[in-house]
């Protein structure tokens, strides 16, 4: 099992703290830093000083770090063309040395969108069919070979014969992730591009049968590329009840729900939590941070939790 860090700066962070947690992160043994793509904040936080910019923080993180992997859960579909997407995702994963992972979503939040005049489709379906082409796209400018050229004619994009450049790093294109609860389209474009498939905030029970759609659309498609399952959890760990309950409230988060919606407890009981997630499959686990001025959590996560599911 690998343990990430996930942030939600939205929350309220700033690059110098996004830089202080990655660094932290990288120097203490954890195997990646992901990131929000969000530009609002959500429910009673100051949000201050204000959004960052995802595939910004990552280019300035790309340069500060040096092993970490970077990434997002997930980039909007809503927030950016898919041309000039690729294009910076494979700047930054140049710019790191190989070590980005593309998160797509289709986008959700639509008062982050009313609020920085980012067009909002209000229909679901198309949101998705948006998605769909956006992946096509990206996958398809990254694979198409030096000197040649992409052509794309969709509902939504078009694109005629791009020079397809730059080119990521890594060969042949930086991993995709895809997640979400979705019943029907998620799992099958998770099978046919993505190549990690990540369920956010559930149940272990829930996140079973999220991946079983999955692997069912995986052996329909007869894909030979296995696909990674990973789960999103927040994080709430304590040397003792006192420290737990202690972090809980500094996140306005009751140590009862956490137990049940999250990873939460000593070292010992959020180990036992994790092999539930592997049990069912899971190789790689994120864990959201939400208190990112509280550096000895992740330095306990890395002292008690992570040698132990290794």
Known sequence: MRLRIFTEPQQGASYETLLTVAKASEDLGFDGFFRSDHYLKMGDVSGLPGPTDAWVTLAGLARETSRIRLGTLMTAATFRLPGPLAISVAQVDQMSGGRVEFGLGAGWFEAEHTAYGIPFPADAKERFDRFEEQLAIITGLWATPEGETFTFHGKHYTLTESPALPKPAQSPRPPVLIGGRGRRRTPQLAAKYADEYNIPFCVVEETQAAFDRVRAEVEKAGREIPMIYSAAQVVCVGRNDAEVARRAAAIGREVDELKV????????????????????????????????????HLELIADRVAPQVA
């Open 261 to 296: 919606n999250g990873l939460a407890g000593t070292p010992d009981e959020v180990v036992e939590k994790i092999g539930r997630f592997a049990e069912i499959g899971a190789e790689r686990i994120y864990l959201q941070v939400l208190d990112l001025s509280d550096l000895d």
